[in-house]
C-alpha cells in the first residue's frame, strides 16, 4: 500500500487519467469511495456516468458531490478509506454555474485536503495547454483551473500527469 496522502492526477479529455486515478485507488488495498462532481444536464452526460460506473465495478462507493468537496473529504477520509474525486474541472464548472466565489473555494478544500485524515486521489483536466480561448468567461476559467491546480499540486505529495495513456510523475 501506498502512503501518500494527497495524489494529483491531470491530463487531457480521455488521456486516461480517470482509469489511471482508479488503478491507483484499487492498488491502495483500502475501501474505495468514488466522490463523484458531475451533475447529468444531458442524455450524452448521463451516458458516460453509465460507462464509468460500469467500468469501475460494484466494489466502490459513489458519493455524489458537485457543490461541497471539503464536506467530504472531513467526513470520509480514514477509517481505511481512499477517496477519488473526480473531477475538479467539473467541481469548478458547477461553482461556476452556481455563481459561488472560485478563490474562496479553491482555499476551502485546499485546507480540508490539508486535514483530510487519510488518502485522497484527485483528477482534473489540464485546461491549460491550448489556444487561449475566445471569450472572457473561458479564459476566466481556464485561469481559475491553473490557479487551482498549482495550489493543489503544491499540497500533494504525488503529481502525474496523463498523456495518451501514459502516465508521467512530475512530483
Known amino acids: ?12 479529455a480521455r488521456s486516461g487519467k480517470s482509469r489511471f486515478a482508479e488503478q491507483l485507488a484499487i492498488d491502495s488495498g483500502l475501501n474505495k469511495i468514488y466522490v463523484a462532481t458531475s451533475q447529468i444536464f444531458d442524455a450524452e452526460m ?3 456516468v ?18 461541497d468537496l471539503g464536506k467530504i473529504l472531513k467526513t470520509q ?6 477517496l477519488l474525486i473526480d473531477c475538479l474541472t467539473l467541481w469548478l464548472t458547477n461553482l461556476v454555474l452556481a455563481e459561488r466565489n472560485i478563490e474562496d473555494a479553491g482555499n476551502s478544500i485546499c485546507d480540508a485536503l490539508q486535514q483530510a485524515n487519510g488518502p485522497v486521489i484527485l483528477v482534473s483536466n489540464e ?36 498523456t495518451a495513456g501514459l502516465p508521467q510523475q512530475l512530483k
Open 77 to 82: 477520509t480514514g477509517s481505511g478509506n481512499i
Open 127 to 162: 485546461v491549460g495547454l491550448g489556444i487561449v480561448p475566445e471569450n472572457e468567461m473561458a479564459r476566466r476559467f481556464r485561469d481559475h483551473a491553473g490557479i487551482l491546480h498549482q495550489k493543489i499540486a503544491a499540497l500533494a505529495d504525488r503529481v502525474y500527469l496523463i
Open 1 to 12: 500500500m501506498n502512503t501518500s496522502k494527497i495524489t494529483f492526477v491531470l491530463g487531457g
Open 46 to 48: 448521463q451516458e458516460r
Open 50 to 67: 453509465n460507462l464509468h460506473q460500469q467500468s469501475r465495478g460494484g466494489d466502490w462507493i459513489t458519493i455524489e458531490e458537485p457543490i
